[in-house]
Nanobody, 123 residues
Framework: QVQLVESGGGLVQAGGSLRLSCEAS????????MSWYRQAPGKERELVAA???????NYSESGKGRFTISRDDSKKTVYLDMTSLKPDDTAVYYC?????????????????WGRGTQVTISP
C-alpha cells in the first residue's frame, strides 16, 4: 500500500519562508514524477511544481522564482522550498506521486495523493 505524508505546513507572515516535505512509503522501487498541488478556499486545485526522476522540473507561473522543488529518491521524499510567501499562497498543499514501479517490476501509471498540509500566510 502506497502512502504519502506531507509535513512542514504552518502559519507564516508574508515575506517569510517554509519548507514542505513529503515522504512516500510502501513497497516502491521508483517514482516517475513527484509533484506539489495546492487548493485555496473557493478555488480549483492547481499544480505548483513537479519533478521527474530524471531531474526535469516544472513550475506554475505563481511559483516561478519563489518556489524550488527537489527530491531525494533514496528517501522517497520530495521537498518544496517556498520563499517570499504571499497571502495568495494560502492553501492546502498536496503531494502527488505519479507513475510508480513496484516489485517485481510492475509499472502503476496512476496518481497517489497525500492528505495535504495547510499553509497560511498572514498579511
Amino acid at each position: 500500500q502506497v502512502q504519502l505524508v506531507e509535513s512542514g505546513g504552518g502559519l507564516v507572515q508574508a515575506g517569510g519562508s517554509l519548507r514542505l516535505s513529503c515522504e512516500a512509503s510502501g513497497n516502491i522501487i521508483q517514482i516517475n514524477v513527484m509533484s506539489w498541488y495546492r487548493q485555496a478556499p473557493g478555488k480549483e486545485r492547481e499544480l505548483v511544481a513537479a519533478h521527474t526522476r530524471v531531474g526535469t522540473t516544472n513550475y506554475s507561473e505563481s511559483g516561478k522564482g519563489r518556489f524550488t522543488i527537489s527530491r531525494d529518491d533514496s528517501k522517497k521524499t520530495v521537498y518544496l522550498d517556498m520563499t517570499s510567501l504571499k497571502p495568495d499562497d494560502t492553501a492546502v498543499y498536496y503531494c502527488v506521486a505519479t507513475g510508480l514501479t513496484v516489485p517485481p517490476g510492475e509499472f502503476m501509471p496512476g496518481q497517489y495523493w497525500g492528505r495535504g498540509t495547510q499553509v497560511t500566510i498572514s498579511p
